[in-house]
Nanobody, 117 residues
Framework: QVQLVESGGGSVQAGDSMSLSCIASGHTSSRITLGWFRQAPGKAREFIVRLSKLGYTYYTDSVKGRFTVSRAAALNTMTLQMTNLRPDDTAVYYC???????????WGRGTQVTVSA
């Protein structure tokens, strides 16, 4: 069982930056694959980025060049640095974990990000 806790959401203006963090606990492996997703009101949950246990990243096109994911010194702590935020980035952002390369099965409770024009 993996527990995920997100932090760092809030309200900003368009063009601002914001950083989100996710702490994963409860898993015995030294590293697991983590990811960020988001869900805007009335829309399906959307994939943002995947950070593999080996450090490889894969971003969705809409955030490339604006969002950067990293894994902190604590191996299962992940940060999402978001720059040049736009109103259409407004959503609840979720951290997710894939412990056995079979897909994201563990989810955090989410943190709200609101970007005003």
């Amino acid at each position: 069982q993996v527990q995920l806790v997100e932090s760092g959401g809030g309200s900003v203006q368009a063009g601002d930056s914001m950083s989100l963090s996710c702490i994963a606990s409860g898993h015995t492996s030294s590293r697991i694959t983590l990811g960020w997703f988001r869900q805007a009101p009335g829309k399906a949950r959307e994939f943002i980025v995947r950070l593999s246990k080996l450090g490889y990243t894969y971003y969705t096109d809409s955030v490339k060049g604006r969002f950067t994911v990293s894994r902190a010194a604590a191996l299962n702590t992940m940060t999402l640095q978001m720059t040049n935020l736009r109103p259409d980035d407004t959503a609840v952002y979720y951290c997710a974990a894939d412990t056995d390369d079979s897909g994201f099965k563990y989810w955090g409770r989410g943190t709200q990000v609101t970007v005003s024009a």
